[in-house]
């Protein structure tokens, strides 16, 4: 709608629709929409104002099954999946969680069984299997 506001002064509407590909009636149906919102849309702004404040106060961590509890035990009872897109359409998303880290990497694979290293030493076995220095 933007495009025809601003060519509408040298070309007029109607050319400017015709060569976007628009219908002259979605286009002035779209400036009836927008002058007047549904009830929806207006409930879907108040909405994603409260979302957007639940997901500061919470640091950016909640993603929606948390907003949406959250909403919920405000008293507004909302669907999930449109928590999901009014965070969606407002670029909000929850935290990630990191993978735990088992403590091993690749050079460092699980210890032996206490007393296997021991023994194996006094039976001249190297412990250099355990490390990562052939690596």
Not at 69 to 84: D, F
Request: hydrophobic content about 40%; overall charge positive.
């Amino acid at each position: 709608m933007t495009l025809v506001d601003e060519l509408r002064d040298r070309f007029g509407v109607e050319p400017v629709l015709r060569v976007i590909g628009v219908a002259v009636s979605t286009y002035y149906g779209w400036l009836v929409q927008a002058a007047n919102p549904s009830a929806r849309r207006r409930e879907d702004a108040e909405l994603a104002v409260e979302i957007a404040e639940i997901h500061d106060v919470s640091g950016g961590t909640y993603g929606s099954p948390r907003l949406h509890a959250m909403l919920h035990r405000r008293g507004r009872h909302v669907g999930r999946k449109r928590v999901e897109r009014l965070m969606r359409d407002a670029g909000l998303q929850g935290a990630f969680l990191q993978p735990r880290s088992t403590g091993r990497t690749a050079c460092q694979p699980a210890r032996p069984p206490f007393g296997v290293a021991e023994a194996d030493a006094s039976h001249g076995v190297s412990v250099e299997l355990f490390s990562c220095k052939g690596i």
